[in-house]
């Protein structure tokens, strides 16, 4: 069983920047594509960006280009998701997320989520 808890999330304005944080308790975690989603109020949840297991490769929804970037310690069992430039449509419930398989991460349908950590941005 894979446990992810997320942290870093918080009430910021328009512009700025977070750093979010998913720590994961499983031994195996160079062996996890690693991933963020976002849920928004009365939105079906939406794929935001995934780091394949080395950390060699990503990937990211276009809303987030440019402006978020995944990355992972391998050592620290962690996968982070800076944020710039936050606009108040980032506003939304940040989940991490994990699979051994990047074809499910990226079709949406990682095997373990974590419980959510909440950014709002104010405009």
């Known amino acids: 069983q894979v446990q992810l808890v997320e942290s870093g999330g918080g009430l910021v304005q328009a512009g700025g920047s977070l750093r979010l944080s998913c720590a994961t308790s499983?031994?195996?975690?160079?062996?996890?594509?690693m991933g963020w989603f976002r849920q928004a109020p009365g939105k079906e949840r939406e794929f935001v960006a995934t780091?394949?297991?080395?950390?060699?490769?990503?990937y990211y929804a276009d809303s987030v280009k440019a402006r978020f970037t995944i990355s992972r310690d391998n050592v620290k069992n962690t996968v982070y998701l800076q944020m710039t430039n936050l606009r108040p449509e980032d506003t939304a419930l940040y989940y991490c997320?994990?699979?051994?398989?990047?074809?499910?991460?990226?079709?949406?349908?990682?095997?373990?989520w974590g419980q959510g950590t909440q950014v709002t941005v104010s405009s």
């Open positions: 997320a994990a699979d051994p398989r990047l074809s499910t991460v990226l079709d949406g349908r990682p095997n373990y």
């Open positions: 499983v031994g195996t975690f160079s062996t996890y594509v």
């Open positions: 780091i394949t297991r080395s950390g060699s490769s990503t």
